[in-house]
């Protein structure tokens, strides 16, 4: 019988003045090198959803957004690795403007997307599956928080 698993990654949904959000590029040494994704990691023992997702933040790209000042938007679950690792990613957003700083061992790049630039490149699997879906909820909880 396959062993299955259940990794809790809490992400952070990151958007600029212009609405569009930060995507960074795993690096190629990594498990899905090349793809990209949003800034997140895995929980820590004693850790709450959120205070990971800060903590990653800060780790993936220097930015210093304290965990209560993240807007929770929802959770979602996406099964990798030929059904044995199920993924319950719960999801905050957040606006910040500026240059991420990378750590090179983690991404090799970044940038500021559209909406539709990224529909375009999940539709090319040019991102881990499922960050299309997961900016686009949480774009609509960024402006409706935003009025």
């Known amino acids: 019988m396959k062993k299955r698993r259940i990794h809790v990654v809490p992400c952070v ?13 795993r690096s190629l ?11 997140g990691g895995s929980l820590k023992f004693g850790e709450t959803p959120r205070e ?24 979602f679950s996406f099964v990798y690795g ?4 199920q993924f319950i990613i719960p999801l905050y957003a957040s606006v910040h403007n500026g240059d991420p700083v990378l750590r090179p061992e983690e991404h090799e790049d970044w940038g500021w997307f559209s909406l539709e630039s990224v ?8 991102t881990l599956r499922g960050v299309y879906l997961m900016i686009s909820v949480a774009s609509r909880i960024i402006i409706n928080n935003a009025r």
Not at 29 to 39: A, D, H, L, Q, S
Not at 52 to 75: C, H, M, N, Y
Not at 82 to 85: K, L
Not at 119 to 126: D, I, S
């Open 82 to 85: 030929y059904g044995s690792v």
């Open 29 to 39: 040494k990594k498990r899905y090198g090349g793809k990209w994704e949003i800034p």
């Open 13 to 25: 949904a990151v958007f600029n003045d212009r609405g569009e959000t930060l995507l960074l590029k």
């Open 119 to 126: 529909r375009q490149m999940e539709t090319r699997g040019e």
């Open 52 to 75: 990971t997702a800060s903590r990653e933040l800060q780790e993936e790209t220097g930015f210093k957004i304290r965990p209560v000042d993240l807007v929770p938007v929802d959770t």
